[in-house]
Nanobody, 127 residues
């Protein structure tokens, strides 16, 4: 049974940091890629970052480049999203999702590319 469980969200002040975790079960990250998406109230869900299986390529939205880092722990079957220098506009529910195979080009942010999604974790950046 494929399952993705996010954790690590919370309330943080602007400039602060959080690390989100996405624990995968029912499949291995060796052959599956993971994307992080977020959805703010009244907005569409958007791609934040992606970790491609096999080639290990990473992808980031322009809005988070230099601030967020995606990484993977194969032993724990977990993907992390380290978020630094957080801004109020980063406030959203963050989701991780699975895509079979590798991610290429801009397709990493294409939501239909992903077949399983977690339940999301709330991130609120506010003073």
């Amino acid at each position: 049974q494929v399952q993705l469980v996010e954790s690590g969200g919370g309330l943080v002040q602007p400039g602060g940091s959080l690390r989100l975790s996405c624990v995968a079960s029912g499949f291995t990250l060796d052959y599956n890629s993971i994307g992080w998406f977020r959805q703010a109230p009244g907005k569409e869900r958007e791609g934040v970052s992606g970790f491609s299986s096999g080639d290990g390529r990473t992808y980031y939205a322009d809005s988070v480049k230099g601030r967020f880092t995606i990484s993977k722990d194969n032993v724990k079957n977990t993907v992390y999203l380290q978020m630094n220098s957080l801004k109020p506009e980063d406030t959203a529910v963050y989701y991780c999702a699975r895509a079979r195979g590798v991610l290429t080009g801009d397709w990493w942010r294409f939501r239909p590319r992903y077949d399983y999604w977690g339940q999301g974790t709330q991130v609120t950046v506010s003073s």
